[in-house]
């Protein structure tokens, strides 16, 4: 008997605590959520919502633009992105053409994730473990997206320690990275027709693609 | 020799004829100093595959059925799975060669001559090893970057080892030439209809398609011969 009610009384404390720890969890994740642990959920959710989300699924455009912005848009350093692609130009433009660039940019990142987001249905994801020191202000965060009949595709994430937590600047699919493969488009605008250039180069391609 | 080998081969001859004599007035960057000529074989490239490879591909994904379409894709890759244990071979990756060996056994007995992938299920992974990463890691120079048309990216190195890959290919050993030609025409829609998402998503984010493909392939490739750790990539100036 005796050893009966010890377990319940066991089961009632693990009970608490595992309570107590559900309660808590969202401050601390808001606090210190590793880079790992903050793209796995990240991604997790995402996915959850394609997987579900009928208007997501019927390409409702506007919804994906939303789910976008909610979800993913907040743990990207779309600056230090835009600043990476721009490379030795990046000091040469003025603050009002960086935050113009910036802009620009987040919206065509935006676009061409919309329409990568439709092809998702059967995907899983695989999360590598951290190769990482506690002190890191900088890791890469990998992972590989599955499908049934397809090889794995890694997709790695650089992602920088900010204060108001880690933050992707740069996204690396099979290989080949986001930022490097702007550079030489960036540079080939810019050598054309100046930042200006590459500026109105941006605007028309991101009005265009909304036309479409 | 076969008629589409000694086709393909006088391709390559013209190809790199025409390098040479591009080479004389480069404009271009340092991995593409053929610019201009590619340029040009990219613009025919995108018009016969817009208006024929990609609509043909399009129709493929649309009409037949997706567990056919898997299988087919299971049987090509089952061939590219022998030539990458061949090439972990000579590169001495013994190990890799071994699970790609092991996949195409798996997957000829136990997966009707490699239209299912059993191996994928038993958990041994795929390779991706080819010839033109076994000539960049014998110290072979990668070489210009070329533009096929219908071909699509390439550099030198890999497009040499794409012919090798085309001689010693079992689809070539084929006599019957109606089925040989067939095996050839379905694996050319299999992979571009396997490309059709890269390219709608190519059209959304490039600002200039031909630097955009151009980028992603030489990164791409410089990932693979560094099997997925290449060492940083020096700062242009």
Redesign the interface.
Known sequence: MTSLTAILCRFAALAGFAAAGLALSPALALAQEAPDALVKRVSQEVLQIVRTDPLVQAGNEARIHEVIEVKLLPNFDFVRMTSLAMGRNWRTATPEQQQRLTQEFRTLLVRTYSGALNQYRNETVDYKPLRASPGDTEVVVRTAVAKPGATPVPIDYSMEKKADGWKAYDVAVAGVSLVTNYRDEFNAQIQAGGIDGLLKTLAAKNKGVAAK | MNAALRAAVRTVAVVAATALFAGCATTGSKVDPLEPMNRAMFEVHEVVDGNVMRPIAQAYVDYVPELLR?GV??FYSNIDDFFSGINGLLQGKLEKAGDDFGRVVVNSLFGLGGIF?PASDIGI??G?EDFGQTFTYWGLPVGPYLFVPLFGPSTVVDASGDLVRIVWGPVGSIPYVPLRNSLYGLGYVNLRAAAL?AS??VD?????RY??IR??YL??R???VYD?K?PP?P?E?
Do not use: K, V
């Not at chain 2, 959304?204 to 200039?208: E, G, I, P």
């Open positions: 898997l894709s299971n992938d992974e795929r991706n998402g709608s998503i959304t984010a490039a600002l200039d630097l955009f980028n992603s990164q791409r410089r990932y693979l997925g290449p990539e700062e100036e």
